[in-house]
């Protein structure tokens, strides 16, 4: 039984070399060593409407119905119905995709998460208020004068240990306050650089004694030892010598307005505003609810984590 191979281009270059030189389909098919209705369906299907057939646009005819075919959904709705439950938890399309990969239930991308998701937001269903939304709106200041007060003596970014930068060891967090609606009351997070693990304190308000309070806490209620703190030029941090005299850890502080200097901080607070919008008060946020919101942060799955899982 003769097991059927798709023409190559090489083939292809070959019947068009025939064709001119006037041989016939079943000729063609002989030197070739093909089936004749072989080369008669490739000439039905890629020649042009003059009847002319040329190697190279029959390459593209076929390549496009190739990708054309694979268009067709590739999961079902039980599938995807997988993919909403896992969004609903608040996960990104790109750690829904991982964790699939990784527990072998499916190979979906993050992609086709995000195409399924805007095509049901046009047929109107409401899957991408599932999504973090990136809204915010920044302004450029060329140059402008910090008006959040000027701190004499700041360790600069550019001096903080390579293994803070490189992400090479556990204990060099990073250090903000998120503020609420309406009310004085706010959260401090940390974030570990390495692991992204996250810690969340809550401040009934943005002052310096009440931030110490919450950062001289947080360090001693952790199993690795806390090594540097990079922090933004918020006022709150303004006493910082006073917890590097308590614990022994050093602060660095980023440029002003150079949120992307924290940007693993900037991440975190993207993913906690899904569970506390700018709309939301957190006058009535216990520190027992800021935990909850840390141990379901620190059990999803981190991308860097992931990669290197699977990399193994």
């Known amino acids: 039984m003769r097991i059927y191979r798709q023409i190559t281009t090489e083939e292809r270059y070959i019947i068009a ?6 041989a016939s389909k079943a000729a063609i098919a002989r030197q070739l060593g093909r089936d004749r209705s072989t080369i008669w369906r490739e000439f039905r299907r890629n020649c042009n409407w003059l009847g002319i057939y040329r190697a190279a646009k029959a390459t593209e ?12 959904p590739q999961f079902d709705q039980e599938e995807f119905a997988r993919v909403v439950e896992m969004l609903k938890q608040k996960w990104s399309p790109g750690q829904v995709s991982r964790r699939l990969r990784m527990r072998g239930e499916m190979r979906i991308s993050h992609e086709t998460i995000y195409r399924y998701v805007w095509k049901d937001k046009r047929e109107g269903g409401h899957l ?3 999504l973090r939304q990136a809204c915010k709106r920044r302004r450029k200041r060329y140059g402008a004068h910090d008006s ?3 701190l004499q003596g700041k360790r600069p970014i550019e001096e903080r240990p390579k293994s803070a930068e490189a992400r090479s060891r556990r204990g060099h967090f990073e250090v903000d306050t998120v503020l609420g609606r309406g009310s004085a009351h706010c959260i401090m997070t940390l974030v570990d650089r390495k692991t992204g693990y996250v810690i969340i304190r809550k401040l009934r308000r943005r002052t310096t004694s009440e931030t110490n309070a919450q950062l001289l806490q947080a360090i001693r209620e952790q199993a690795v030892s806390v090594i540097t703190i990079t922090a ?3 006022t709150e941090f303004h006493q910082y ?13 980023a440029r002003p307005y150079h949120s992307w200097e924290r940007g693993t901080n900037e991440n975190t607070n993207g993913l906690i505003r899904q569970y506390l919008p ?3 008060s957190m006058a009535r946020l216990t520190q027992f609810g800021c935990d909850a919101i840390a141990a379901e942060l620190n059990n999803r799955p981190r991308k860097r984590l992931l990669d290197i899982f699977l990399k193994r």
């Open 232 to 234: 933004g030029n918020g």
């Open 61 to 72: 005819k076929t390549s496009g119905r190739r990708v054309r075919s694979r268009k067709k």
């Open 17 to 22: 070399h025939l064709k001119r030189q006037g």
């Open 278 to 280: 700018k709309t939301t």
């Open 148 to 150: 959040r007060g000027i």
């Open 241 to 253: 010598r006073q917890v590097e005299e308590a614990t022994g850890v050093w602060f660095y502080f």
């Open 128 to 130: 991408y208020t599932l």
